[in-house]
């Protein structure tokens, strides 16, 4: 996976993990949330940041202090 790629990748993982956020609040704000949906929802918002993470990691370049 070259830079070009790794960068949509991770452009799409954040646009992912700041939809989360938003069906997240919705489903607590409403009356009554599905406690199980929302379990699964910040489950899956947290693989997301690792992911984010990894291709931050990626492509930010060692600078050696």
């Known amino acids: 996976m070259n830079e070009e790629d ?3 990748r991770l452009a799409a993982l954040r646009s992912e993990h700041r939809d989360l956020d938003t069906a997240i609040a919705a ?4 009356g009554g949330p599905d406690q199980l ?3 699964r929802l910040k489950k899956r ?3 997301l940041k ?3 993470a990894f ?3 990626h492509l930010t370049p060692d600078i050696i202090a």
């Not at 489903?27 to 409403?30: H, N, Y």
């Open 6 to 8: 790794m960068a949509k």
């Open 27 to 30: 489903l607590v704000e409403s």
């Open 45 to 47: 918002k947290l693989l």
């Open 37 to 39: 949906q929302v379990a």
């Open 50 to 52: 690792d992911q984010i």
């Open 55 to 57: 291709f931050e990691d």
